[in-house]
């Protein structure tokens, strides 16, 4: 049996039904707070070759009242100085070569053995991570070692590398270029439980990629003669761990929100396009937290039977060709059951 929707209630009933067929809008401003949204990289841009993408960022500013902020992950901050990208961690500023975004790598180098002119580079300082740093080292990557101005004793003879391995690059480390220098790669260093390299000046430890070395370094002649110069130029890979992301963090991201983060790298909130911050960390939830996506279905099909019922009468009041009232008290239960108020 056909039921006639009373005349008052349609145009209002009509006017949610459009709106929502328009699609409801999410804010995610939770309290209506709001950010500067220009802190957040939501389109790629580009830096010396390099393109940037969240979670690495490059701009700090004052977040729900906390200076220095940021949109990114503690530690991503990305440098870009006279065109060329840097990321600072605890032993330096290096160059970015590159970054993976899908496999949220990211390729530095050393900027000192940039220097083409110098057929020996050379770091100048061992690389180090934080200890509570979100980047570990993949395994891509070995460990290349400086060993400057190694001076033995005849004691020594039986216990220390051959000087067929030494290098004749002459390095400048601030003292007079005497005695042997080797450059090896960690699994090639001799007499390992002899401890020789305190006999050594100085000692650099650098990360390297494993696929830029030659097959066999340790008797390759153009390796101790500068070689080894090309592998250092490639750099190093650091990967994202993410084992420590805050659920907060998590949820947000699902929501294609990005996850705001104070200065002590603690997470602070959950930043949607638009600048709004969603109090729920969803940014395709009403403020209450509740998902939008099914109550925008119920009333889209609602208001696309209405309106097609609409185009086929030519008068007013008419039988409808379907029950609409069903069809309101079933849309009517649907929101309820979202945790919406439905009273139409």
Known sequence: MGLLLPQRRLPLLLAVLVAASHGVPSSGDGDGVGYDASMCVWEPYNCGGVSISYPFYSRTGALLGNSSSYCGYPGLEIQCEDGQAFLELESGKYTVRHIDPDNLTVQLVVPEVLDGRNSCPRADHNVTLQSFSWFFYPNTTVDLLFFFNCNFLSSDLLSRPSESNATTCKFDVGQASIGLSFVFLEQDVPFRDTNWRRRCGLVIEVPVLNFALPPDPLNDPAWKDGGYGS?????????????????????????????????????MACLCSGGHVSSANNCTADPSGKPLDALVLVLQIAAGITGSALLHSSYWPLPFLFDITSLLQISQEIVHCLGYSADF
């Open 231 to 267: 592998s250092l130029r490639e750099g190093f890979r650091l990967a994202l761990n993410q084992s420590g992301k805050p659920e907060a963090c998590e949820q947000c991201e699902k929501s294609e929100g990005q996850c705001g983060h104070n200065q002590t790298g603690g997470f």
